[in-house]
């Protein structure tokens, strides 16, 4: 990809991308290319239908081949300009989604009770119980947990956005404790 790849790098660094979402733009991006053994710019529509259908056929989840379209998409629009070759792909659908397997909550104290160090029980707990995912509970601070009105301040989320999430009071009385 040569030129073309250190472009994207540019603009999705001018964009303001994550570093791990920027690796994967470039990884499918670079994926597409071998497929066809051209430059991106020799290719054009028929190819990036052709390349999704393969996706498709392929039985990969909805998630992964929205994933790459949304590589080619920024690929073809913003680095190479050409926003015509993307503009008629639909957006995959996921399919059929299945509910999430859930502890008892009789479970989810044997697990969190068998972990022997108390920062990462605390680290945890604060994570399953206010529904954080783990980077944010790692970036977790003092002053983001709002104790009067029950809530955790997460500042910086995926796609670099700020919520609100429930502090329940049992997790509170844990924090407490612990700090």
Same mark, same amino acid.
């Given at each position: 990809m @040569?030129?073309?790849? !250190?472009k994207?790098?540019?603009d999705?660094?001018?964009? @303001?991308y994550?570093?791990?979402? +920027?690796?994967?733009?470039? !990884?499918c991006?670079?994926?597409?290319v ?7 710019? +020799?290719l054009?529509?028929?190819? %990036? ?11 990969? +989840? &909805?998630?992964? %081949?929205? @994933?790459?379209?949304? =590589?080619?998409?920024f690929m073809?629009?913003?680095?190479? +300009? ?11 659908r !996921?399919?059929k ?8 909550p009789v479970?989810a104290e044997?697990?969190? =009770?068998a972990?022997?160090?108390?920062k990462?029980r ?7 119980g206010? @529904?954080?995912r ?12 709002? =104790?009067?009105?029950?809530?955790i301040?997460? %500042? !910086?989320g995926? &796609?670099?956005k700020?919520r ?5 009071e049992r997790?509170l009385?844990?924090l407490?404790?612990?700090?």
């Amino acid at each position: 990809m @040569g030129q073309v790849r !250190d472009k994207m790098v540019e603009d999705l660094r001018l964009a @303001g991308y994550r570093p791990g979402t +920027q690796a994967h733009y470039l !990884d499918c991006a670079r994926r597409f290319v071998a497929h066809f053994r051209k430059p991106p710019t +020799q290719l054009g529509e028929p190819h %990036v239908r052709e390349f999704m259908l393969r996706l498709r056929e392929r039985r990969l +989840q &909805g998630s992964t %081949v929205r @994933g790459y379209l949304a =590589s080619l998409r920024f690929m073809y629009a913003v680095t190479l +300009q050409r926003p015509e070759v993307v503009a008629g792909i639909p957006w995959p659908r !996921d399919g059929k989604r299945k509910l999430p397997v859930v502890l008892a909550p009789v479970e989810a104290e044997q697990i969190l =009770s068998a972990i022997p160090s108390a920062k990462d029980r605390v680290i945890l707990m604060t994570a399953y119980g206010a @529904g954080l995912r783990i980077s944010e509970a790692c970036a977790l601070r003092p002053e983001h947990i709002e =104790s009067q009105r029950n809530v955790i301040h997460v %500042v !910086d989320g995926k &796609g670099a956005k700020e919520r609100y999430t429930v502090l329940p009071e049992r997790l509170l009385t844990l924090l407490r404790e612990y700090w």
